[in-house]
């Protein structure tokens, strides 16, 4: 199975500051990465496909990059409605794996 | 609108079944796989297993095989999930997810709101 290792696993932060997230994979996975948000007692939001390719409907203040095995969403000034857990997840093979999570928290 | 929308929270004794349904609307119900993916309380997301409404293949995670049932009826548009020998560690929320496709990055689109299955004698 490819193992997603995402990193921080939170961060503090405050509106308008740009968050980082990454996400490593065990093997090389070429560009197939998305990127969920997630919000308490929420299901997953999909934001971001294909490594980089913006989910209809999301702000532009996210964008994803990276291929092969490292992978990073980036939040440009974050707005009060981001606080929120952000997944990584291959889409290369099966079993699907994810990312264990970043919680972005209001500093 | 397109969505997903599951069955109710559920309470199960350990070793009974839990059977979940998610029906589908404003979408061809059979042009799309649906994806399970279940998340225990304060943890990650955990995939399950995948059904093609259009066949009914399915293929599900080694951890689960043989203790899990994905079917469909196109009839009403709605596919299952159906996990047999629950423990407390099947406690968790179990959502549906549409898959874009291989177009769209192998990415869920859609979600169901999820359903909380507790496990408790």
């Known amino acids: 199975d490819i193992q997603m290792t995402q990193s921080p696993s939170s961060v503090s932060a405050s509106v308008g500051d740009r968050v980082t997230i990454t996400c490593r994979a065990s093997e090389d996975i070429r560009g197939w990465v998305a990127w969920y948000q997630q919000k308490p007692g929420r299901a997953p939001k999909l934001l971001i496909q294909?490594?980089?390719t913006l989910h209809s409907g999301v702000p532009s203040r996210f964008s994803g990059s990276g291929s092969g095995t490292d992978f990073t969403l980036t939040v440009n000034g974050l707005q009060p409605e981001d606080f929120a857990t952000y997944f990584c997840?291959?889409?290369?093979?099966?079993?699907?794996?994810f990312g264990q999570g970043t919680r972005v928290e209001m500093k | 609108q397109v969505q997903l929308v599951q069955s109710g929270a559920e309470v199960k004794k350990p070793g009974a079944s839990v059977k979940v349904s998610c029906k589908a609307s404003g979408y061809t119900f059979t042009a799309s796989y649906i994806q399970w993916v279940r998340q225990a309380p304060g943890q990650g997301l955990e995939w399950m297993g995948w059904?093609?409404?259009?066949?009914?293949?399915?293929h599900s995670a080694q951890r689960f095989q043989g203790r899990v049932t994905m079917t469909r009826d196109t009839s009403i548009n709605t596919v299952f999930l159906e996990l047999s020998g629950l423990t407390s560690n099947d406690a968790a929320v179990y959502y549906c997810?549409?898959?874009?496709?291989?177009?769209?990055?192998?990415?869920?689109?859609?979600w169901g709101q999820g359903t909380p299955v507790t496990v408790s004698s």
């Open positions: 997840q291959q889409a290369e093979s099966f079993p699907r794996t």
């Open positions: 997810a549409r898959d874009a496709g291989p177009a769209f990055g192998g990415s869920f689109d859609i």
């Open positions: 294909s490594a980089s």
């Open positions: 059904i093609n409404p259009n066949t009914g293949d399915t």
